[in-house]
């Protein structure tokens, strides 16, 4: 590639690396600039990979565009980059590792390209001013709707943006499963109303969901993971329809059917 062309992209000596394979991953950003474009090559390699961690704490991070060399996006690899506005995912990404951009609070929107196959959990979570999480309508493997990331045929709900203000949601009927962490640091929301479709209630899902004050589950969910409703500071009741098969409350303190687990107070 001619001298010139390099010119829009930052210097190699503001990245740490390692070569896997035939690409190079980055590994650490140790530059100083707000308003980051990632070369291309490396040692006159493919950047392939954004490894985890690499951009982790960079306070001042602004901005950032990814190459269309990136396959991958690894797991934190800009958590709590909380001035980051804007980030330009390529249509080359298949992977979007668990935390990627996790507490991330001044990004405000994000476009999942056609590529992606994969977002790991909590991908976007904590991000308390993304009110829209954008997919591409040729993904295979990802929709949106209202700024909420789905699965393709919405079954699982993959992320509820923390920034949007709504003060209620309703889960739509088709979905069976809500994803960890779905709903993490989703202040501004007081109530969820789960739907009888759902089954699943993943790790950590409503973590931090400070003024949520009670939530009701219905007869479908048969699994509720761990830390589900931890740091809801405000909530003071857990209700169960008396229907349910694997879990039961009292005095709204949630328990497994016949109380020998106490799940969460």
Not at 47 to 56: D, E, K, L, P, Y
Request: glycine share 8%; hydrophobic share 35%; charged share 10%.
């Amino acid at each position: 590639m001619a001298v010139s062309a390099y010119a829009q992209y930052d210097d190699e000596k503001d990245f740490k690396v390692e070569r896997e394979g035939n690409g190079i991953t980055i590994t650490r950003y140790i530059g100083t600039k707000t308003v980051v474009r990632i070369p291309p090559r490396i040692q006159n390699l493919p950047v392939t990979n954004i490894g985890s961690g690499a951009f982790a704490y960079c306070f001042s991070l602004a901005s950032v565009t990814i190459p269309d060399s990136v396959t991958s996006i690894g797991e934190d690899a800009f958590f709590w980059c909380t001035s980051l506005t804007s980030v330009t995912i390529p249509n080359s990404v298949t992977n979007i590792g668990s935390g990627a951009f996790f507490w991330c609070t001044s990004l405000t929107s994000v476009t999942i390209p056609n590529s992606v196959t994969s977002i790991g959990d909590g991908a976007f979570s904590n991000c308390t001013s993304l009110i829209a999480i954008n997919v591409n309508t040729g993904n295979s493997a990802y929709s949106a709707q209202d700024g909420i990331l789905y699965n393709k045929d919405k079954t699982i709900l993959h992320t509820y943006p923390a920034g949007k203000t709504n003060a209620s949601f309703t889960i739509q009927n088709s979905v069976t499963s809500i994803g960890s962490m779905a709903f993490s640091g989703c202040i501004s929301l007081t109530s969820v109303t789960i739907p009888n479709s759902v089954t699943t209630i993943g790790d950590r899902a409503f973590l931090g969901c400070e003024n949520f004050t009670s939530v009701t589950i219905p007869n479908s969910v048969t699994s509720i993971g761990d830390g589900a409703f931890s740091n809801c500071t405000s909530l003071i009741a857990i209700n169960v329809n008396t229907g349910n098969s694997a879990y039961s409350a009292q005095d709204g303190v949630l328990y497994n059917k016949n109380k020998t687990i106490l799940h969460t107070y």
